[in-house]
Structure formats: C-alpha cells, structure tokens
C-alpha cells in the first residue's frame, strides 16, 4: 500500500495532505509548529510506504519551518537532532531520495517516487495530488511486482537490485581475490574511464518487457524461468553493463 503526501505554505504555516482516509483525518490544517508537522508524518503507516513526489518540493517548506542549527546540520551532514520541549526528533534527508524520521520507537522513511518516473509521467493535474502520487506508487509496486520483485524500501532503483537480487547471489567483488591478484585488480579500476554501470526509470520505456539472457529456471532472486527485465540487464559490451 501506498501513501500519498503533499505540503504547501500558506500565510497560516504549513499544512500536509495524505491520501488515505484514517481516523482522525487526512490532513493536517496549516502550522508554524515544525513537530506537529512530524507527529503527523509518524502516524501509523499501516504498513504502507510513504511517498511523495518531488522530495526536494515536499521537505522545503517544512525544514524552513526548523531552526537555523539544523537546517545547517541537514546541509553538512543530512542528518540533525530537532528538539521541541522534552522531545527529540532524529531527521535523516537524502535528496531525492528519502526523508527519515526517527522519535523515540517510531519511526518513518518518505520516499522520493519522480526519480523512479521518466519525464513523460506526471502527477500533475485537478483534484486530489496526494491521491494521484498514491496512485503511482501503487503503479511502481506492481511493476516490480511483475519482475518478481517485493522491496522493504524504496529509496532508489539500485537500493531495490541490490536487496532483491544481489544480495541472494554470489557476485565475486574485489575482495573475493587471494592477495595476489590485489594489485592486478587495482591497476584495472585505475584504467575504467567512465562508470559501467547505469540505472532505468520505469517510466522511460515498456519496463515490462523482458528477454532471456541465458539463466537456468529459478537461478537468481526474482527470475522467473530464467527471464531478467530489459530495465535490468541491457548490454552488448562489457565496459557498458546497463543495470
């Protein structure tokens, strides 16, 4: 499941909209209270993912709201401690990326979906936002879904490979070599001119389309019959592997 979320400033504060409809409202009204803002983005997710849209969009407002000190640390360090009376929120931004909130047991990750997307797709429009960026979230989820694919997070395309695939194969690294063939493996990383290895957004292309690329049936976390998504694997040449 997915959860939609919006901000926007008024001459009042900041005010959040989520796309579901729990107890207690989906929304929260205009406020120059930066905790109230994080108690509401706390609440129970139900399980669900959070996401917004443009993440850069969504947390501007917010973090305006938060005092200079940890807008500063945010900028130096992506992470700082907000405090509002006794209480201690634990903030952690990677742009486009994530938002983590962190207070005491509870916790929450709102995710960045527009970097998933090619430029051709778009929330934009009348109505409800909120509910349209549920809605291609939800999108998102079935797509990897199809390709055999069910994440814990959704922090970036990469982060999904690797905890979906990867990190259930045996892929020999630089470490995987006896100490001998050490400074081999360091003169070859010195010759690479350009990075090998490239990340797809759904949307860019029909992502569920894929092609054989030679697996057993059943090798690999998430290949089914052997078949691996184009978004995935797309190479002719081994200093331009595609991922």
């Known amino acids: 499941m997915i959860l939609g979320y919006t901000s926007k400033r008024s001459g009042r504060g900041v005010g ?21 803002i994080l108690e509401f983005l706390l609440e129970d997710a139900r399980g669900g993912f959070r996401c917004t849209w443009n993440l850069a969009e969504f947390v501007k407002p ?11 640390d945010l900028a130096r360090d992506a992470r700082t401690v907000y405090v509002a009376g006794n209480r201690h929120y634990r903030l952690f931004y990677v742009p486009r990326k994530m938002l983590g909130i962190t207070f005491g ?12 997307f090619g430029s051709d797709y778009t929330v934009a429009g009348t109505g409800d936002t909120a509910q349209r960026i549920a809605q291609a979230g939800e999108y998102l989820l079935e797509s990897l879904d199809k390709m055999g694919m069910r994440p814990s997070r959704l922090v970036s395309p990469v982060q999904i490979f690797q905890e979906v695939m990867l990190s259930h194969m045996q892929v020999p690294t630089i470490y995987s070599l006896d100490d001998d063939g050490l400074d081999a493996s360091e003169l070859a990383m010195a010759c690479l001119d350009r990075e ?8 860019q292309s029909r992502i569920l389309q894929s092609e054989s690329i030679g697996l057993s049936p059943g090798s690999g976390s998430g290949c089914h ?11 002719s040449r081994p200093d331009r592997g595609r991922y």
């Open 105 to 116: 047991r509870h916790d929450a990750e709102i995710y960045d979906l527009e970097h998933f």
């Open 225 to 235: 019959g052997g078949r691996v998504p184009r978004w995935w694997i797309q190479t």
């Open 196 to 203: 090998w290895r490239r990340t797809y957004r759904p949307a």
């Open 62 to 72: 917010i973090f305006d709201l938060l005092p200079d000190e940890n807008k500063e």
């Open 16 to 36: 959040i909209k989520e796309s579901s409809y729990r107890v207690g409202g989906d929304t929260l009204p205009p406020t120059v209270q930066p905790w109230k």
